[in-house]
Structure formats: structure tokens, C-alpha cells
């Protein structure tokens, strides 16, 4: 069977890893669903000059933030993971504090109950001690935390190549493997 994941974009900025992630994501037996927030299709435009519609080859269903009767609204549906790329801070707040205010936070909640991999991309900085809070309790209702955090032992030529490790590593946190992805191998 065929495994599908849900990708959440939020209004947060960072659209290129969620690109590398679609991108990514494409030579893999893997059915994307995908949730565009109002305010991340915002980002989308600001950041890489994209819509929605742009984002159609990779994604093979795209869900309204306000349709709470879609699939990925119940566990029963068989989604095997979700992706939110970027997570902005109030949607980490939302789901940490399971309040289901649009289809992206219900489609975490689902993820954290049927106890499936849920990672947030939190993206912020500097940190208050309610991000930091909000963090805590998304991760120990099961969430994993990982902020989009450049890695540079791999020498990445561009934005693009730093963006596309990163996204290796999210698919892989989310139960893929990723041949291509640069592995530290020590100091050689």
C-alpha cells in the first residue's frame, strides 16, 4: 500500500524547505497530502514567487484549512505522517494545546492520538518562554521538534542544496530513507 503523508505550510517564513521536501518526496512511493494556511500562501508568494496551483505536480490532493469533514480529520483515514514546514508559533500553540482551530491543527491532533510521527518545523527567532513552553508540551505529547537549522559539514553550493538536506532529513524523520542525503562520516 501506497503511503500517504500530509505537508502543512504555515505562515512562518521558510517555503523552500517545503519545496525540497515536495521535491524530495516526488521519486518516493509516497502520496502527498497538503494543507496551505492563508497566511503561508502569503509566504509561499513573498518568499519563491509561488501559488498554490505551482505546488500541484508534487501534491496529489490539496485540503481546504477550514474543511473539517477531509480525510486527514480522522484517524481512521491511514495516514502514516505529518510534515508542518514551515510551523509558525501559533500554530505550535494550537496543537500543543489541542485546540483544533482550523484543519492543520486538527490533522496534528490526529497525528499526536493515533501516536504517528508529527514533526514541527518551528520557525522563530529569538524564543520567548511560551514558544519555548509550547515546544516542551508538543514534544512530549509525541511531536518531534526540528526547527529548520541550516547544516554546513556538507559544503551546500546554494540555498537550494542547504534547503534539500534539511528536507532529507525531515522525509527520513518521517519513515523514508533518503540514499541521496549527505551522512557525516567523521573527520577524515
Given at each position: 500500500?501506497?503511503k500517504?503523508?500530509?505537508?502543512?505550510?504555515?505562515g512562518?517564513?521558510?517555503?523552500?524547505?517545503?519545496?525540497?521536501?515536495l521535491?524530495l518526496?516526488?521519486?518516493?512511493?509516497?502520496?502527498?497530502h497538503?494543507?496551505?494556511?492563508?497566511?503561508?500562501?502569503?509566504?509561499?508568494?513573498?518568499?519563491?514567487?509561488?501559488?498554490?496551483?505551482?505546488?500541484?505536480?508534487?501534491?496529489?490532493?490539496?485540503?481546504?484549512?477550514?474543511?473539517?469533514?477531509?480525510?486527514?480529520?480522522?484517524g481512521?483515514?491511514g495516514?502514516?505522517?505529518?510534515?508542518?514546514?514551515?510551523?509558525?508559533?501559533?500554530s505550535?500553540a494550537?496543537i500543543?494545546?489541542?485546540?483544533?482551530?482550523?484543519?492543520?491543527?486538527?490533522?496534528?491532533?490526529?497525528?499526536?492520538?493515533?501516536r504517528?510521527?508529527?514533526?514541527?518545523?518551528?520557525?522563530?527567532?529569538?524564543?520567548?518562554?511560551?514558544?519555548?513552553?509550547?515546544?516542551?508540551k508538543?514534544?512530549?505529547?509525541?511531536?518531534?521538534?526540528?526547527?529548520?537549522?541550516?547544516?554546513?559539514?556538507?559544503?551546500?553550493?546554494?540555498?537550494e542544496?542547504?534547503?534539500?538536506?534539511?528536507?532529507?532529513?525531515?522525509?527520513?524523520?518521517?519513515?523514508?530513507?533518503?540514499?541521496?542525503?549527505?551522512?557525516?562520516?567523521?573527520?577524515q
Amino acid at each position: 500500500m501506497r503511503k500517504k503523508i500530509i505537508l502543512a505550510i504555515t505562515g512562518a517564513t521558510g517555503s523552500l524547505y517545503a519545496l525540497e521536501l515536495l521535491k524530495l518526496l516526488q521519486g518516493l512511493d509516497v502520496e502527498v497530502h497538503g494543507l496551505l494556511s492563508e497566511a503561508g500562501e502569503q509566504v509561499l508568494r513573498l518568499e519563491l514567487g509561488l501559488y498554490r496551483r505551482d505546488l500541484d505536480h508534487y501534491v496529489a490532493c490539496w485540503h481546504e484549512s477550514n474543511d473539517f469533514a477531509a480525510p486527514i480529520a480522522s484517524g481512521s483515514s491511514g495516514f502514516a505522517a505529518m510534515a508542518v514546514l514551515p510551523c509558525t508559533m501559533g500554530s505550535l500553540a494550537a496543537i500543543a494545546n489541542g485546540i483544533c482551530g482550523n484543519l492543520i491543527h486538527r490533522a496534528a491532533d490526529v497525528m499526536l492520538k493515533e501516536r504517528r510521527p508529527l514533526l514541527l518545523a518551528v520557525r522563530e527567532t529569538p524564543l520567548n518562554r511560551t514558544h519555548l513552553a509550547n515546544m516542551l508540551k508538543a514534544h512530549e505529547a509525541g511531536a518531534i521538534i526540528c526547527p529548520p537549522m541550516p547544516a554546513f559539514y556538507h559544503k551546500p553550493a546554494d540555498l537550494e542544496e542547504m534547503a534539500r538536506f534539511y528536507a532529507g532529513r525531515v522525509a527520513e524523520l518521517l519513515g523514508f530513507q533518503i540514499a541521496s542525503l549527505p551522512r557525516w562520516t567523521g573527520i577524515q
